[in-house]
């Protein structure tokens, strides 16, 4: 049977509250109502030869609750004089949540308004295009508006997340909500006080004058003629913020940069050259360390094609930045160890050479295993020590 049945025209209001839209009318003030919902009823041959299922059919729909029917008369030779619902009709919001049974989240929606409305009124439009959301953040939403609040008043703070000083509001809370903060404080906070060039939850500290905490790069000197402290040693572990790292300009003409940090502490020793301990993707610890464009700097990645992409981007800040021990003949070398990369990039990298390109392709092709990935601390030192003698 193709009729509309009491389930069908529930799923239709269902529908309406999972796009918001019954929400959305009660923020806004625009209502829906009285709401006509598609009624696709019997044909008129149907009337003629179904009609007990259309007698029942037509029951059930009156006993619903919360709807109202619109009926047409019409006259059977043999039944006589009858009604038929031809339209549906949702009356109010109170009738539309009650037929979906929810009466609850309607009013705990109302409440979220009404608090809303008095405190940042706002993000009454927020509450209009994302209501459901908002109901997901109930329980916290007094929270949010304090922070929202405090921000308002304390516009780019320049204190840690942790100086934030609210009554019930930790910094791991801040920190826990800081996509849907996001949101809501771009409504509420004059657009003078927003970095628009900062985006994303990495950046909601710098984007909203909250200070971050200092990068921070951990290196060795290789060439204990050139030691930062003396007595020289091979264990000299130094970390520095990335302000103090770029005012360095160390006297070396070499730096290393691996992502292992074994490999790190254990890189031997080499003339005129550091080592940096890598950060993965994230290389905007180096981004004002202008001297390191003037050094030779070999970068010691897995070889993978997540570590060919580390490498891709790295170039994108020096472009002169030399592969170390991600050839083929490395990987080649060390077969016994291969692994398996568990989520491959494949994404064309423009900034490799023709060798390393070649490799990258072979390996997100999978031309050699499946996955395959060649982790740095699976090549021996004694290779690292031959392939350093040839670099010279």
């Given at each position: 049977m193709s009729w509309t049945t009491p389930a069908d025209l529930r799923t239709q209001v269902s529908r309406l509250w999972e796009r918001g839209e019954l929400l959305a009318g009660v923020a806004t003030g625009a209502s829906l109502f009285p709401k006509r919902l598609v009624l696709k009823g019997p044909t008129s041959a149907e009337i003629t030869e179904r009609f007990e299922d259309i007698r029942q059919w037509s029951s059930s729909l009156r006993t619903m609750a919360h709807c109202r029917l619109e009926m047409r008369e019409f006259r059977?030779?043999?039944?006589?004089?009858?009604?038929?619902?031809?339209?549906?009709?949702?009356d109010s919001f109170e009738d539309a949540v009650a037929l979906i049974g929810k009466q609850r989240d309607a009013a705990r929606f109302a409440l979220l308004l009404d608090v809303t409305r008095a405190r940042e009124?706002?993000?009454?439009?927020?509450?209009?295009?994302?209501?459901?959301?908002?109901?997901?953040?109930?329980?916290?939403?007094?929270?949010?508006?304090?922070?929202c609040v405090w921000l308002e008043r304390h516009p780019r703070p320049d204190v840690y997340l942790r100086q934030i000083d609210i009554a019930n509001v930790h910094t791991k809370f801040i920190e826990a909500y800081r996509g849907v903060l996001s949101e809501l404080l771009d409504v509420v906070l004059p657009a003078e006080t927003v970095d628009s060039?900062?985006?994303?939850?990495?950046?909601f500290a710098a984007r909203y004058g909250l200070r971050e905490k200092p990068l921070r790069i951990r290196f060795r000197v290789l060439d204990a003629k050139k030691a930062l402290f003396h007595p020289a040693s091979a264990e000299q572990d130094v970390t520095l913020d990335a302000a103090s790292f770029a005012r360095l300009n160390l006297e070396v003409s070499r730096i290393f940069i691996t992502?292992?940090?074994?490999?790190?502490?254990?890189?031997?020793?080499?003339?005129?050259?550091?080592?940096?301990?890598?950060?993965?993707?994230?290389?905007?610890?180096?981004?004002?360390?202008?001297?390191l464009s003037r050094r030779r700097i070999c970068y010691w990645g897995d070889i993978d094609t997540h570590g060919f992409a580390i490498l891709d981007q790295l170039r994108h800040q020096f472009d002169h930045v030399e592969s170390f021990l991600m050839d083929r003949e490395t990987l080649l070398?060390?077969?016994?160890?291969?692994?398996?990369?568990?989520?491959?990039?494949?994404r064309d990298l423009p900034r490799l050479n023709r060798d390393e390109e070649a490799l990258y392709d072979d390996l997100r092709d999978n031309r050699l295993r499946k996955n395959l990935r060649l982790e740095q601390e699976k090549v021996s030192f004694g290779w690292v020590e031959a392939a350093l003698c040839k670099l010279g």
């Open positions: 059977h030779r043999v039944f006589g004089t009858n009604a038929l619902p031809v339209e549906v009709w949702i009124p706002r993000l009454v439009p927020w509450l209009a295009k994302r209501p459901l959301r908002a109901l997901e953040l109930a329980e916290v939403w007094g929270r949010l508006l304090d922070v060039a900062r985006s994303g939850i990495g950046q992502e292992n940090e074994i490999n790190f502490l254990a890189f031997p020793p080499v003339d005129d050259s550091m080592v940096v301990f890598g950060a993965g993707y994230g290389f905007e610890m180096l981004a004002n360390a202008n001297w070398a060390f077969e016994s160890q291969w692994d398996r990369e568990d989520k491959q990039t494949l």
